[in-house]
């Protein structure tokens, strides 16, 4: 329903003439209780407007009572009729306007006010109506935003969702219900209709349909009804309208044999599967009595009589040695008065079923073999590896990862600092052949050549010669980190380790066995590094056989809120304490760009639980922590004038690697408080002294 003029104007029964003086104005006005009033000839003819905001334009000081109306008149207006809707009068320019009626007459005033107050009111009875019906639907409705929070749940939607409103709002959707698809709709922005769904042994359909605001998809929401009990109905409805049809096409089109005999076991029905079972075509059947099968020797019992005396359901095994064993059922149809009024016999070949049986088995346990590998994959949360995986682009990598470990390829995980490389190189050696062997690591950055060159294919010590981990790794896996910062020297002899699968310690000296599966990560492509000539290209071709790229967090924020609540627990279980998140800071980190990815985040989670004063962590707890870094007055940067970018960030990192390890003595603090890798500030360190 649309608001018209006439139904919030306030209506004049007198107005202005050019007699009348500004006293009559003003108090026509406060009798009225309007901010101005239309002045009109003598003829009835609207000459323009008088307000409150046009008398007090000239001053206080200079309004005589005694002056004319009409020397502040303004004829910048515009008549509104009764009939117009209020919100195309509130587009327009002026704060007040005259009112129409359908003969022209002047009936009345609206003011910007009236029209801005009469809208609010109009918007919140329509608010609470929506939110009225909202409440009321039958059917349940469940809104998210675009990332996967529960936004709305009406009290309908509640049962399904085995969740209250106060439970869901403001939650992840899968922390709390069976996922119905909303997150897909709200990734493709394409919407599904008709989907059926089931929760416990109730039968549900749903629409799910995108919500788009100018041109982008903010969220989706689903509308799902209760089908169970309209599908009873309807099939009891067809039951009572088209019984015949139906006891035709059901007789006929079963594979197995069914006969329907009335109260006393005359055949009043059978299908053409009777005659394949037992050799008996409908005319042989139809008006004869059940017993005379018995009498023929066709069957051994009268399962009529049975079913009458149990007065329900009945079954015998007939032909029990036989090649064709049959599975005998009768049911009994009730009539309104609860008498038998017929008896439907279903009659199966058990050798066939034991077939279907066995092939139904063979196929089940397929189908678990099959679930619990899918389980295995996305099962959120492996304690062993840390691994939480809810986006489609972490269950790629992880079903991926899963595929290598089967073979004994070489692997080289691709991703920025805190992506979770070392888990998933974990993860590939713990499902491989080797997990019973050593899994050892190596940071390709954080050593000098020459004790890389010891730690990889060992050399002599004080204490006698000392193993290498190729040496010690043999039969196990290497996980070398940072494979773009081995020296080149070192990087031939690597590969001729991968391709013989034994070391030579040093000249001369016999052979070793070094059967060592070689896990690589990088941070940058490997070919970009062999375009440059910094990575030899035979090395490349020799690991890059599965190059597997982890996405960074922000990159899966499905992966964000399950995150969080791993390290939250993790962190409250490890310290004893109960701390929750308000829903307002896991919006906070749920909005974070989190350029540490995962690593960054179990920082900040355990610092949260640690120094948070509640037991809930608050938004503003959380904003300093994720912002700090940009809040600090230390790390404003001036320059004084323009020089080339790549000359100002080598000075900018020389200065603050020098300023770190001044402050903090060792690489490792440094590392830390500028938020890199040891091997990075290694490098720095070996850079800043070359220059």
Same mark, same amino acid.
Request: hydrophobic content about 40%; some cysteine.
């Given at each position: 329903?649309?608001?018209?003029?006439?139904?919030?104007?306030?209506?004049?029964?007198?107005?202005?003439?050019?007699?009348?003086?500004?006293?009559?104005?003003?108090?026509?006005?406060?009798?009225?209780?309007?901010?101005?009033?239309?002045?009109?000839?003598?003829?009835?003819?609207?000459?323009?407007?008088?307000?409150?905001?046009?008398?007090?334009?000239?001053?206080?000081?200079?309004?005589?009572?005694?002056?004319?109306?009409?020397?502040?008149?303004?004829?910048?207006?515009?008549?509104?009729?009764?009939?117009?809707?209020?919100?195309?009068?509130?587009?327009?320019?002026?704060?007040?306007?005259?009112?129409?009626?359908?003969?022209?007459?002047?009936?009345?005033?609206?003011?910007?006010?009236?029209?801005?107050?009469?809208?609010?009111?109009?918007?919140?009875?329509?608010?609470?109506?929506?939110?009225?019906?909202?409440?009321?639907?039958?059917?349940?409705?469940?809104?998210?935003?675009?990332?996967?929070?529960?936004?709305?749940?009406?009290?309908?939607?509640?049962?399904?969702?085995?969740?209250?409103?106060?439970?869901?709002?403001?939650?992840?959707?899968?922390?709390?219900?069976?996922?119905?698809?909303?997150?897909?709709?709200?990734?493709?922005?394409?919407?599904?209709?008709?989907?059926?769904?089931?929760?416990?042994?109730?039968?549900?359909?749903?629409?799910?349909?995108?919500?788009?605001?100018?041109?982008?998809?903010?969220?989706?929401?689903?509308?799902?009804?209760?089908?169970?009990?309209?599908?009873?109905?309807?099939?009891?409805?067809?039951?009572?309208?088209?019984?015949?049809?139906?006891?035709?096409?059901?007789?006929?089109?079963?594979?197995?044999?069914? %006969?329907?005999?009335? #109260?006393?076991? =005359?055949? /009043?029905?059978?299908?053409? &599967?009777? !005659?394949?079972?037992?050799? $008996? +075509?409908?005319?042989?059947?139809?008006?004869?009595?059940?017993?005379?099968?018995?009498?023929?020797?066709?069957?051994?019992?009268?399962?009529?009589?049975?079913?009458?005396?149990?007065?329900?359901?009945?079954?015998?095994?007939?032909?029990?040695?036989?090649?064709?064993?049959?599975?005998?059922?009768?049911?009994?149809?009730?009539?309104?008065?609860?008498?038998?009024?017929?008896?439907? %016999?279903?009659?199966? #070949?058990?050798? =066939?079923? /034991?077939?279907?049986?066995? &092939?139904? !088995?063979?196929?089940?346990? $397929? +189908?678990?073999?099959?679930?619990?590998?899918?389980?295995?994959?996305?099962?959120?949360?492996?304690?062993?590896?840390?691994?939480?995986?809810?986006?489609?682009?972490?269950?790629?990598?992880?079903?991926?990862?899963?595929?290598?470990?089967?073979?004994?390829?070489?692997?080289?995980?691709?991703?920025?600092?805190?992506?979770?490389?070392?888990?998933?190189?974990?993860?590939?050696?713990?499902?491989?052949?080797?997990?019973?062997?050593?899994? /050892?690591?190596?940071?390709?950055?954080?050593?000098?050549?020459?004790? $890389?060159?010891?730690?990889?294919?060992?050399?002599?010590?004080?204490?006698?010669?000392?193993?290498?981990?190729?040496?010690?790794?043999?039969?196990?896996?290497?996980?070398?980190?940072?494979?773009?910062?081995?020296?080149?020297?070192?990087?031939?002899?690597?590969?001729?380790?991968?391709?013989?699968?034994?070391?030579?310690?040093?000249?001369?000296?016999?052979?070793?066995?070094?059967?060592?599966?070689?896990?690589?990560?990088?941070?940058?492509? /490997?070919?970009?590094?062999?375009?440059?000539?910094?990575?030899?290209?035979?090395?490349?071709?020799?690991?890059?056989?599965?190059?597997?790229?982890?996405?960074?967090?922000?990159?899966?924020?499905?992966?964000?809120?399950?995150?969080?609540?791993?390290?939250?627990?993790?962190?409250?279980?490890?310290?004893?304490?109960?701390?929750?998140?308000?829903?307002?800071?896991?919006?906070?980190?749920?909005?974070?760009?989190?350029?540490?990815?995962?690593?960054?985040?179990?920082?900040?989670?355990?610092?949260?639980?640690?120094?948070?004063?509640?037991?809930?962590?608050?938004?503003?707890?959380?904003?300093?922590?994720?912002?700090?870094?940009?809040?600090?007055?230390?790390?404003?940067?001036?320059?004084?004038?323009?020089?080339?970018?790549?000359?100002?960030?080598?000075?900018?990192?020389?200065?603050?690697?020098?300023?770190?390890?001044?402050?903090?003595?060792?690489?490792?603090?440094?590392?830390?408080?500028?938020?890199?890798?040891?091997?990075?500030?290694?490098?720095?360190?070996?850079?800043?002294?070359?220059?």
């Amino acid at each position: 329903m649309h608001l018209k003029v006439g139904q919030v104007m306030t209506r004049l029964t007198i107005c202005l003439y050019t007699h009348n003086t500004i006293e009559d104005a003003l108090a026509l006005m406060k009798e009225k209780k309007v901010p101005g009033l239309p002045l009109l000839t003598e003829q009835g003819h609207i000459q323009g407007m008088v307000s409150k905001e046009q008398i007090l334009e000239k001053g206080l000081e200079g309004i005589a009572p005694e002056a004319k109306a009409v020397n502040y008149l303004t004829t910048r207006f515009i008549p509104v009729k009764e009939e117009t809707l209020v919100e195309e009068v509130w587009d327009l320019p002026f704060e007040l306007y005259p009112v129409l009626n359908s003969q022209d007459e002047i009936t009345g005033v609206i003011s910007k006010y009236q029209l801005g107050l009469a809208l609010f009111q109009h918007s919140e009875l329509r608010r609470q109506e929506l939110e009225a019906v909202f409440d009321s639907a039958h059917n349940g409705i469940l809104a998210i935003n675009k990332q996967g929070i529960i936004t709305s749940l009406n009290p309908a939607a509640e049962k399904p969702t085995r969740s209250t409103r106060a439970e869901a709002v403001g939650k992840f959707l899968t922390d709390v219900i069976i996922p119905t698809g909303l997150l897909e709709v709200v990734r493709s922005g394409v919407p599904a209709f008709g989907v059926k769904f089931q929760v416990g042994r109730r039968q549900y359909i749903t629409n799910r349909t995108p919500i788009i605001k100018n041109g982008e998809v903010i969220g989706a929401v689903g509308v799902f009804q209760d089908v169970s009990e309209i599908e009873k109905t309807l099939q009891e409805l067809r039951s009572v309208r088209h019984l015949n049809d139906q006891l035709k096409t059901i007789v006929d089109s079963s594979y197995d044999g069914i %006969i329907i005999c009335d #109260d006393q076991g =005359e055949i /009043l029905r059978c299908n053409p &599967a009777v !005659e394949r079972i037992l050799g $008996l +075509s409908a005319p042989e059947l139809v008006g004869k009595h059940f017993r005379e099968l018995v009498d023929r020797g066709l069957f051994a019992n009268n399962i009529i009589q049975m079913v009458k005396k149990e007065s329900g359901p009945a079954n015998i095994l007939e032909r029990p040695y036989a090649d064709h064993s049959l599975l005998i059922t009768g049911n009994p149809v009730m009539d309104e008065e609860g008498e038998i009024s017929k008896i439907v %016999i279903n009659i199966r #070949d058990m050798s =066939e079923l /034991l077939i279907l049986r066995e &092939a139904l !088995e063979e196929s089940k346990q $397929l +189908s678990q073999k099959y679930q619990s590998e899918i389980v295995e994959l996305k099962n959120n949360i492996d304690p062993e590896f840390n691994l939480i995986v809810r986006s489609p682009a972490m269950e790629q990598v992880l079903e991926l990862a899963q595929r290598v470990s089967k073979v004994d390829s070489p692997v080289v995980l691709i991703g920025e600092n805190g992506v979770g490389k070392e888990e998933i190189a974990r993860f590939v050696h713990q499902h491989s052949e080797r997990k019973g062997s050593p899994f /050892l690591k190596l940071n390709c950055g954080s050593v000098p050549e020459e004790l $890389l060159a010891q730690e990889l294919f060992g050399g002599k010590s004080r204490s006698g010669r000392k193993s290498g981990l190729l040496e010690r790794g043999h039969l196990g896996t290497l996980f070398l980190e940072e494979i773009e910062q081995m020296p080149l020297s070192l990087q031939s002899r690597l590969l001729r380790v991968m391709q013989d699968k034994e070391l030579v310690p040093d000249e001369g000296q016999q052979a070793l066995p070094a059967d060592v599966r070689i896990i690589a990560s990088t941070g940058q492509p /490997l070919k970009e590094l062999v375009d440059k000539g910094t990575f030899r290209e035979d090395l490349f071709f020799r690991l890059n056989v599965v190059p597997i790229k982890i996405p960074a967090l922000r990159e899966r924020r499905e992966d964000i809120i399950p995150l969080i609540h791993f390290f939250l627990k993790q962190n409250n279980k490890r310290y004893s304490l109960e701390k929750e998140l308000a829903s307002d800071s896991v919006e906070l980190m749920l909005n974070y760009s989190w350029p540490g990815n995962v690593r960054e985040m179990a920082n900040i989670i355990e610092r949260l639980v640690v120094t948070a004063e509640g037991k809930v962590i608050k938004a503003k707890e959380v904003n300093f922590v994720l912002y700090e870094r940009e809040q600090d007055p230390e790390r404003m940067v001036s320059v004084a004038g323009v020089i080339p970018l790549k000359d100002a960030i080598d000075e900018v990192e020389h200065q603050l690697v020098s300023l770190a390890m001044e402050k903090y003595g060792t690489t490792v603090k440094a590392a830390e408080a500028l938020g890199v890798n040891q091997s990075t500030v290694v490098r720095k360190l070996k850079k800043l002294k070359e220059t």
